[in-house]
């Protein structure tokens, strides 16, 4: 195994507490991102389960777009995630 490589992980704890599985995750053609898909995500990246270049690959998401999301719960919680808020959050 290379370096930089982590041996990927069966499942990690999703924003509700529950076990998240790649089954589980939102499917690739998502478009309409609620709270809920984008914590999957964010979860899912932070847990090992998917790297952040697979996660960006398959939602066709920018990294900035990605981080702006981990930004946002680690700063606001789940909440935060919410588009028609995200001015309120931003002031």
């Not at 690739?28 to 609620?34: A, G, L």
């Amino acid at each position: 195994m290379s370096e930089g490589m982590r041996p990927r992980v069966k499942y990690v704890i999703g924003p509700d507490g529950s076990p998240l599985t790649v089954a589980d995750l939102p499917p690739p053609n998502t478009r309409r991102w609620v709270i809920r898909r984008k914590a999957e995500v964010v979860a899912a990246v932070r847990g090992g389960l998917l790297s952040l270049e697979d996660a960006c690959s398959r939602y066709t998401l920018t990294v900035d777009e990605f981080l702006s999301w981990q930004v946002s719960i680690d700063q606001f919680g789940l909440p935060g995630l919410r588009t028609t808020r995200i001015q309120q959050y931003r002031q």
